[in-house]
């Protein structure tokens, strides 16, 4: 280890007493312009870096940013966590990351750990809405993906119209007889996909089937397995890619030919929709530029920014691969 | 926010000192079993928490871990990090995240940030061999997936292992003209899997063919397309699950039945894998116990504590699933 300046030696250097550099450097209290020179020539002479725990005890903030997520390893967090990595790094604030595994006791733990460790705000996708921890928080919140509260600035991806677009294209594509796989009931993001398909669906000449289905590959595939045994099904609309690989496994075990027999529109836009064979069709979502979005929104709030929109949803973008057969 | 208890509250109301408040909480210097007893009693009367800033002040020691992996996004790292934080979480420490992108000058960034934030301790994974900016840490590290000195603890695959047991699969299910995707040449693992290959072929009545890939799915898809339009290939030997992808992508295109015509062995286990249609057959990581197994490593280094092993290798596993025609 190099040796570290601190701030004795600054104010040494400087010819000032150690208050003085210190009012310095949290901007508190008079200084004179001649103090305010000199000290920061000892700073840039000695290469000084003010440690960032002391400067925390005594303007009370830190930069550090809590992160609280279901589950990192679901395919859809890893890019939003890169994004909000991205601009905390320009911004010089770093990020701590939580696995809450939707289990409110563990949300409420993390928050007042983080609380404790003066952290500086909170991104939280969380789906619960007993939401106290959150509102009665004294440091910013911003919440992605999920609505927490009316008071809680809140980002994500307009479902309910990339939901109407997916749909839309499976009704262009020529399917009669479409299963709308729609995620947990009571899950924000999960209704308004199920919104959108309805505004799709709504007085046209089409069969439309139901399923609530949980976000994962395995009982999508049961599902899916069952559903196409008994109902002649020619679209699938899932309302999320996971959903919708579990439903190509499923018809290719039944040696039902995707898409020339069944159509599936996935959601999410996530790296795996792409790497399947045949490419999934999906709705895509822009996971980056919402955690990108997030960031820089409670960093303004954090520096005692307003934020001139407190509700912010970002387009969804259909990509068509080879799931369905565009234009038939 | 309710009120909290600070350290001139918890002295007033044991009657005591706030620097004997202060010496029984950093366990350091004298105190009469009396000043204890009623010091105790005040923490708990009052549900006083101390802070952990002003802790790491006075005691140069947070309970923060700095975890660095080359990309979050990369789905080989989501499990590891869930891992991590999980054994973080159980022995109350806090995982601050962050993405190198394999570049130096990121990394040394970082690593200088966190240590001015008294980060305890750095899990990491780097391919870099210039490695001073580590080596010199005053906090301990572990380094996890790819060596990176041999004065820092190491925990990853058995990848020679787990290749040369995915190469042998190839050859008992049949094949005979084997191509090996190798990893970029000079990345520890890639080179411990390429040895593992030869491992399992040399000396054997079979043709094989071997091409250098990066662990990206398009780069895999465009090299296999190449490839099996001149050479006659019935297994492949993927070091990576997205470059398995990427292979099965190419033979589809090519009107290639995989596994009738082409058998495919994958690398790692991630979560793709088992979503792919047919279901890749993979030589899966162990991810989540390396992820723990560093953190636990990490933990007892920083509370002073001897690693019994230095270096860890841990077992991989082959699935065998729908790409391969298992003893054919």
Chains 1, 2 share one sequence.
Not at 39 to 55: D, F, G, K
Not at 290 to 305: N, P, S, Y
């Amino acid at each position: 280890m190099e040796w570290l300046a601190n701030i004795r030696d600054v104010a040494g250097k400087a010819g000032v007493s150690v208050a003085t550099v210190s009012r310095y450097l949290n901007n508190k209290g008079y200084i004179s312009e001649d103090a305010k020179r000199v000290i920061s020539q000892a700073i840039e002479e000695l290469n000084y870096q003010p440690s960032m725990i002391a400067r925390s005890l005594s303007t009370k903030q830190t930069t550090f940013i809590g992160l609280i997520v279901p589950d990192i390893v679901n395919p859809f967090f890893p890019e939003l966590a890169r994004a909000i990595e991205d601009v905390a790094l320009a911004y010089d604030y770093t990020v701590i990351l939580c696995n809450s595994d939707e289990e409110l006791e563990k949300e409420i733990k993390y928050v007042q750990t983080l609380q404790r460790k003066y952290v500086a705000g909170f991104i939280v996708a969380t789906s619960h809405e007993k939401a106290e921890h959150y509102t009665e928080l004294n440091v910013p919140i911003v919440a992605i993906d999920r609505r927490i509260h009316s008071s809680i600035p809140y980002i994500a991806t307009d479902n309910r119209e990339g939901a109407r677009v997916g749909t839309e294209h499976l009704l262009q594509s020529g399917c009669k007889n479409i299963l709308c796989m729609r995620g947990p009931s009571g899950l924000g993001p999960a209704d308004d996909r199920f919104d959108g398909f309805n505004d799709a669906v709504n007085g046209k000449d089409v069969k439309t089937h139901v399923v609530e289905c949980p976000f994962q590959f395995e009982a999508s595939e049961k599902i899916v397995q069952d559903i196409l045994q008994d109902v002649p099904i020619d679209g699938i609309f899932a309302s999320s890619d996971v959903t919708a690989a579990g439903a190509m496994k499923a018809a290719h075990s039944l040696g039902i030919h995707v898409p020339d027999q069944l159509q599936i529109v996935g959601y999410d836009g996530t790296m795996l929709a792409g790497q399947l064979t045949p490419g999934l069709t999906t709705v895509a979502q822009d996971l980056y530029k919402i955690g990108a979005t997030a960031a820089r929104m409670l960093i303004k709030l954090i520096e005692g920014q307003e934020l001139t929109e407190r509700e912010v949803l970002i387009p969804a973008e259909l990509l068509i691969r080879e799931t369905t057969r565009s234009g038939a």
